[in-house]
């Protein structure tokens, strides 16, 4: 009887040493059901500095350029390319998506033609019109415009979106008078970009593209030879070059080759292997019509 009296007095002390022993193990039991104060303040300022930074207005913050790093392009054999991982790029289904919508067409997947034509747009939803306005800051930082501004019939390494210059496409581009202007225009913002401008054209007199007077602040960007290769804008003009001759504009092609030779020998630009894919590329004719 003594012994179950004695019992009975000791089994609250054995219950709360038990949940102590408890909350030792496992403290998370013993915390409120209502975050304290200060995690509260943590948490608001943890998303504070997750939050995406707001950008400078114009067509950079439409564009995600970055606003330091060095100039690598989708075109450049020395960019890096991602990894993809063994499902692949989960956002491509959906940007593919999204441009089909925009721009339905078994010919043109990637809506090429209505993207030129302003009634479609890139596979990052941008209008021609927006590219256009693109800085040379924006230019040169930006790189996955290019393939869009001046498509051509090969795939590029670095960027799967990039829309690809069918047969079909090359002959629809070369008897279309409207897709031919608004390459020739899309040509005239790359080259003032180089540092070069197209003259003459007027009351007869034949067009000439010649050495701009921003020449010599375009030269650290366009004409200077890059730490571990070329430049990446040398292999932007061998894209150029390629794009104009095969979608029909033969003359600007030209003049734009005549140019790059004189340049490189007046400036004495160490262009090296370049010049000769340069004149590769302004050989190219468009197919045949059908």
């Known amino acids: 009887l003594k012994m179950a009296q004695c019992t009975n007095r ?16 496992c403290p998370q039991i013993l915390l409120p059901s209502k975050v ?27 564009l995600g350029i970055p606003a330091t790093g060095s100039p690598i392009d989708a075109e450049s054999s020395s960019a890096p390319r991602k990894t993809p991982s063994a499902d692949g790029d989960k956002n491509v289904p959906q940007k593919k998506k999204a441009a089909a919508a925009a721009n339905p067409s078994n010919d043109d997947p990637s809506g090429l033609v209505a993207f030129f034509k302003h009634t479609g747009t890139d596979n990052k939803r941008r209008k021609l019109e927006l590219l256009r306005t693109l800085d040379y800051h924006a230019m040169e930082y930006n790189h996955d415009y290019i393939q869009w501004l001046f498509p051509t019939d090969e795939e590029s390494m670095f960027n799967r979106n990039a829309p690809i210059l069918t047969v079909d496409l090359q002959r629809i581009f070369s008897q279309d008078e409207q897709l031919r202007s608004e390459l020739r225009r899309n040509f005239l913002q790359f080259i003032d970009f180089l540092g070069f401008e197209l003259t003459g054209g007027d009351n007869g007199q034949p067009q000439k593209l010649q050495i701009a007077a921003h020449f010599e602040d375009r030269k650290s960007d366009c004409w200077s030879a890059g730490p571990v290769g070329p430049n990446h804008n040398w292999l932007r003009i061998s894209r150029v070059l390629r794009c104009l001759g095969i979608c029909g504009l ?41």
């Not at 000791?10 to 193990?25: D, H, I, K, V, Y």
């Not at 300022?45 to 114009?58: I, Q, R, S, V, W």
């Open 10 to 25: 000791l089994l609250p002390f054995a219950r709360t040493l038990g949940s102590l022993s408890s909350a030792a193990l």
């Open 36 to 62: 304290p104060m200060g995690c509260a303040h943590a948490s608001a300022k943890e998303k504070k500095l997750n939050a995406t930074p707001p950008h400078a207005p114009g067509a950079q913050e439409d």
């Open 250 to 290: 033969q003359a600007e092609q030209k003049l734009f080759m005549d140019v790059l030779e004189a340049t490189v020998k007046s400036e004495k630009i160490p262009v090296g292997s370049s010049i000769e894919k340069w004149r590769e590329h302004a050989k190219l004719r468009p197919p045949p019509p059908n």
